[in-house]
């Protein structure tokens, strides 16, 4: 009897060695640490060494740059190859179980394996002292859920409060090698100097995106009337909240802002 997917041992090396999908061209290398504006005073922070091809060009363009990577082999080639490199300190380990700089400005520049996207993100996002801007090659749908393109997920929603997001350069599958068999983008995260809310505020929208997704923002089970919700949107200056529920994040905040004013009801 075939065991359920929920108990199948996880083979990280396997979906690891999948997850390879190498970006050799040195111009267009070139191009996009040109799109990052990285220059000699930044610290950059790489996720997967790779074969050293992008990890060579950020030594060159950058101040110091710490690159990890968690095949063996690949890190030895690595090694071999950038050794001429003395800003360069190249980790062989677990980005996941790494330590991230407890204070400094530092930047993060890499392409990433697409089966750990949303750990990688998600790590990045959520650490006390985050990086002033990630960019990240990652698969084209995953950038759009964080973006939130067609439409505002809970993920896209509560990285906002603290994160300015674009795709910055969308690849062709032959700018890989080998080509992987979906469409990728570089993605850009800027930390925003002022959170749009603070770390109280933002529990609380968290719940409040959470209720609102699954429960509806007004109508018998939402935390806002119909009229609480037109006349927050009004005052703001804001289009009215569609019924489909395609609904901008500034328009979530300004809900918000209002439920936390006006609202009686409690989150469940």
């Not at 997001?165 to 993605?187: G, K, N, Q, T």
Request: with cysteine; glycine share 6%.
């Amino acid at each position: 009897m075939q065991k359920s997917r929920k108990h199948q041992k996880y083979d990280t090396s396997r979906h690891l060695s999948d997850s390879q999908n190498f970006i050799t061209n040195r111009k267009l290398i070139q191009r996009l640490i040109r799109l990052a504006k990285i220059g000699a005073n930044d610290t950059v922070l790489e996720i997967g060494t790779g074969k050293g091809h992008l990890t060579e060009v950020l030594c060159e363009q950058a101040g110091n740059v710490c690159s990890i990577e968690i095949d063996q082999k690949l890190y030895e080639r690595a090694k071999e190859r950038l050794a001429q490199y003395t800003n360069l300190n190249l980790i062989c380990g677990d980005f996941l179980k790494y330590n991230l700089p407890a204070k400094g400005d530092y930047k993060v520049f890499s392409n990433i394996p697409f089966f750990i996207t949303t750990q990688i993100v998600e790590k990045l996002t959520r650490v006390s002292e985050p990086p002033t801007d990630i960019w990240l090659v990652m698969e084209k749908g995953a950038a759009k859920r964080f973006i939130g393109i067609p439409k505002e997920t809970g993920k896209s929603l509560l990285l906002k409060v603290n994160w300015n997001m674009e795709i910055a350069y969308h690849f062709r599958r032959d700018d890989f090698h080998p080509a992987p068999s979906v469409d990728c983008v570089l993605v850009h995260f800027s930390r925003k100097e002022t959170p749009d809310l603070n770390k109280k505020e933002c529990v609380e929208f968290q719940k409040f995106v959470e209720y609102s997704l699954k429960y509806g923002l007004c109508g018998s089970r939402g935390l806002l009337t119909k009229r609480q919700v037109s006349v927050a949107l009004r005052q703001a200056g804001l289009p009215h909240a569609h019924e489909d529920g395609v609904t901008l994040y500034i328009q979530w905040l300004c809900l918000f802002r209002c439920y936390r004013r006006f609202s009686q009801k409690a989150i469940d």
